[in-house]
């Protein structure tokens, strides 16, 4: 390991506080447990510091009356990088406990980044985080997250939502989304990919939650639109217009863009956009080839268009992305 990557490295863990309430449900307590929790100093030393934080007098049970142990309190969440408040019961949902919602309000204060999952959005809505932000929750909460929180920009098709220093994320799988998106941000695709590896789930999904609300017709429509997306995706440095796009599904150009925005939730230029800018992060990290190189393969032509549509996607320049995260990226291998 070179000098300049051993300066990169963080000195201390990032501190992740989960708020743990009663009754919550299993899954989402157990992907921030998973993702941060897990030794992973073989990618990046240090990792990550879970701490379980208990929101409530305990002891505490998951839905399934698993015992979690939560040797750290609210006190602890304001002393954390980032505060994550997990799914939760309804009745936690509809009133929370009022030291959550100060907690999170005295972290938000102090500049913590603040994440919710799934129906954890509640929490973070009561406690006035979400105000004019963009949000999301889970599907099935659609109706009744934005009746009672009319001052949220509340994004019901998202997957997972990022404004400033605050997160949400949809029902169950999208915290995966969303945890593995903060590993990205924090550490870099390479790390993030390899998370992802391990946990043997997909390093990015495409689209938003509309794609999982019934009726269930996406595995028809997966079938015929996968193969275009795989030839897309190794054929990213040649112009990528709807009409060749639908011309290589077989179907006419209104067709093939209307389905495929009805089973990925995006555009056909969106999402090609979105598969280049991840495809420079990668070479970005990876290799030691110039922008110029880099804007060729990915099929933005020259250096200022990859440069102008990579900072609009990630806010920061190309250049500051290799700075940051190259040294990182290789030193997970």
């Not at 300049?4 to 989960?18: E, F, G, N």
């Not at 980044?113 to 929750?137: D, E, H, M, N, P």
């Not at 598969?275 to 990876?286: C, D, G, I």
């Amino acid at each position: 390991m070179s000098a300049t990557s051993r300066a990169d490295r963080p000195s201390r863990p990032h501190v992740v506080a989960l708020a743990v309430t009663d009754a919550a449900p299993i899954f989402e307590l157990a992907i921030p447990c998973e993702v941060f929790g897990v030794d992973r100093d073989d990618l990046v030393s240090p990792w990550y510091e879970l701490r379980l934080c208990a929101a409530e007098p305990g002891p505490l049970r998951t839905a399934a009356g698993l015992r979690v142990d939560t040797p750290y309190g609210l006190d602890d969440m304001a002393a954390a990088d980032t505060v994550i408040v997990a799914a939760c019961a309804r009745r936690v949902q509809l009133a929370p406990p009022q030291g959550l919602l100060e907690a999170v309000r005295a972290a938000h204060g102090l500049g913590r980044r603040i994440v919710s999952l799934c129906s954890g959005a509640y929490v973070l809505a009561q406690a006035g985080v979400l105000k004019g932000r963009a949000a999301t929750t889970h599907w099935m909460n659609t109706g009744d997250f934005g009746h009672r929180f009319p001052d949220v920009d509340f994004r019901p098709s998202a997957l997972y939502t990022e404004d400033g220093t605050v997160l949400t994320s949809a029902g169950s799988g999208a915290a995966v989304d969303l945890c593995l998106h903060l590993v990205r941000g924090d550490f870099g695709s390479a790390v993030a990919n390899e998370v992802a590896r391990r946990m043997v789930v997909p390093p990015h999904r495409e689209g938003g939650q509309t794609q999982y609300v019934t009726p269930l017709v996406r595995p028809t429509e997966d079938a015929g639109l996968e193969p275009v997306l795989r030839w897309a995706r190794g054929n990213l440095h040649e112009p990528l217009t709807v009409r060749r796009l639908a011309r290589e599904a077989q179907l006419g150009e209104r067709t093939f863009a209307r389905r495929f925005r009805e089973t990925m939730g995006t555009t056909p230029l969106q999402w090609v956009l979105q598969q280049r800018v991840r495809f420079a992060q990668e070479l970005l990290e990876t290799t030691d080839e110039p922008v110029e190189v880099v804007a060729r393969r990915t099929g933005f032509g020259s250096a200022t268009n990859l440069r102008y549509h990579f900072s609009r996607t990630t806010t920061v320049s190309p250049q500051t992305y290799r700075h940051v995260f190259r040294h990182r990226a290789a030193a997970a291998g």
